[in-house]
């Protein structure tokens, strides 16, 4: 039933119902509200949305104005939308689809607001799917892509639920309106966090459907002359194809690894919690935050790359790659919006880089900010080696955190308020931020390909490919390697020559690598990128299905081209 409703597209949007709604319900209910409301998502008995942005805000959450009012009289809150911007716009599915939503309001019990906590409410009866009365719910309109889901917006007047749908597994109200703290206030953006962990491997498996599509491509496209008499090569033999490609191919499997460890990460940290352990909490969000921000922004511009490589066919929506780039636009924006999620992964960068200053020893994912050397070691690397190329990105990184965090003093010490500073040093904040999780997935990368469980037939190909990933970082960042003269120019000559040097060693794998990622098909439904590789016979039939070919001559003919043909020819 569930994947029937996947596929009915239209104006069915459930994603969300399984990514957010139900998850939500996992992460936020007690026991006994699992009990009333969790089996019913699992097997969509009721369909849900996960409703937290409005029309007037998305990123500040604390700025929400729906609220949640609890009158102790009747043991119920009121869910109002006050104001016009208060509309809850843009929840997948809370247009058309769902009959419930999980609401983000804002929480008044005896006259004091709480912040935002969310509440289970009815959207539609489960008779008619009619709105629920004092609901008003629609459809937000066309969007860049993803038009088979029903972004929507609700607006609540006045609508009265139970007590026991505030969802209380954190924070809850008792009878009598009293509030009881959670353990951490931001508890209730659990889900946000678990979700953008999520986004990783959306990403990896966006990136790994964009370069299956345009490795199997090019290898089946010929073009020009590489020879003079010579036949047309497959344009994957040209360097300058395997640059735009291989980068992308390699990157797709280093956000692959990076979403195995923000799971197993998640897991880790969300059951310490159970137990009561909140220490990995901080960490949790900012390693989300950031790699839900670096993967996502690195694929929809890759899959434009892989798009641009493809020429004419790329733009054809018969590739598959216009949809794809839309789905990976989409993920920069929504789920936390990039600059305002790296920006969350610097204040955490900041806050460490201030406890290395005052002796603390850092660990996990920022430990290498307290162990890199401040002055730079010049000297001929060996630039092919893993571990000299993790080093110079956790290098560059280190420098560019200290240096924004002392900037950011600097702006204090003159008299700036914080707030003015961080914002006065945002760009380097963020670039700052940006390198840390580069370093990240380059170390990952590294310390993956040398222990998975391999043979080392194949774990050399993916040795060449990571280093293919970290020597494209440096080539492509130079200036970051360069500036405190821990890496020469000799150093980004000889990264250079390496790089072409792998292009060639990856080609011969290429199409085992976009094939061992095992995407079907009916997944990639592209014509460039099918497994048998008859692109040009069923590129011709996918164009005889536009509807424009349904008649010989189109209506528009009659309507518009001919009288206008006609009296410009009068004209003559
Ligand atoms: C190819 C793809 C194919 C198809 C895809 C197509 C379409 C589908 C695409 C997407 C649809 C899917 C899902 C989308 C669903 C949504 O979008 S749901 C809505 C998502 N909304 C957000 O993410 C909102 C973002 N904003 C926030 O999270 C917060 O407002 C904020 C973090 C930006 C700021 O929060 P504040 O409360 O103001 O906090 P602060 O003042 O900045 O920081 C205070 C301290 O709190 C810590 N902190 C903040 N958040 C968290 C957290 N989640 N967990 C733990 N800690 C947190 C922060 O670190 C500060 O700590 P200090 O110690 O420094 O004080
Ligand atoms: C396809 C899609 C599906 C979605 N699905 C859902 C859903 O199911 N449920 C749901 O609740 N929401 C959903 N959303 C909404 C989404 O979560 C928000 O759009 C997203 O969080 C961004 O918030 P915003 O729109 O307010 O952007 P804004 O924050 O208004 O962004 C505009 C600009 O302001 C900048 N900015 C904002 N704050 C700061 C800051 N503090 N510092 C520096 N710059 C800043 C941003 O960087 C950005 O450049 C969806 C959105 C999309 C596109």
Redesign the pocket.
Known sequence: MAAALQTLGGGIGI??HW??FTPTIEQQATEEQKKKWLKLAQDVAIVGA?A??EMGH?????GLETTATYDPSTQEFVINSPTLTSTKW?P?GLGKTANHATVMAQLYTRGKCYGPHNFMVQIRSLENHQPCPGVTLGDIGPKM??NG?DNGFARFDHVRIPRENMLMKFARVEADGTYVQPPSS?LA??N??Y?RGTFVM?AAQ?LASATTIAVRYSCVRRQSEMKPGEPEPQILEYQTQQYKLFPQLAAAYAFWFASWFMTQQHGSITGSMEKGDMSG??EL??LSAGLKSYTTAVTARGIDVCRMACGGHGYSHASGLPA?FG??A??CT????NT?MML?TA??LV?CFAQSQAGKRLTGTVAYLSAVQPSPVAGNRNMSDLGTLVAAFQHRAARMVRHAAMQMQGEMQKGKAREDAWNSCSVLLIKAAEAHVHSFVVRNFAETVQTVEVDESVRAVLTSLCQLYSLYGITEHAGDFLKDGYLTGRDIDAASSHLSAMLARVRPDAVALVDAFDLHDKILRSVLGRYDGRVYEHLYEWAKKSPLNKSEVHESYYKYLQPFLKSNRAKL
Do not use: C, D, P
Request: charged fraction near 15%.
């Open positions: 994603t969300l990514i957010a996960y937290q942005t998305g990123t500040f959450v604390r843009w997948g892509e993803s889901n931001k953006y659990s946000m966090v979700l959306s966006a909490l901080a969000h900012a794809l789905g990976a989409a993920l929504a789920e936390g919006e305002v969350q204040r955490y806050k």
